[in-house]
């Protein structure tokens, strides 16, 4: 019985471990898309300020 209790918890670990990786993924997922839309974001920015300070 032991046995199974042991493989039971070691399972529940794995999955827990699992869990953790893919939302640590899937928040440096979230993180950097976010940090590459603000870039275009201020690049665009940037370009009509220089656009409108030189027309």
């Known amino acids: 019985m032991t046995g199974i ?11 827990a471990i699992e869990d953790l990786v893919i ?3 899937a928040q440096w997922e979230d993180t950097y898309f976010k940090a590459e839309n603000n870039f275009e974001k201020s690049v665009a920015e940037d370009l ?4 409108s300070v030189n027309h």
């Open 48 to 51: 009509r300020k220089t656009y």
């Open 23 to 25: 939302k640590d993924f």
């Open 5 to 15: 209790i042991f493989a039971k918890r070691k399972c529940d670990e794995d999955n």
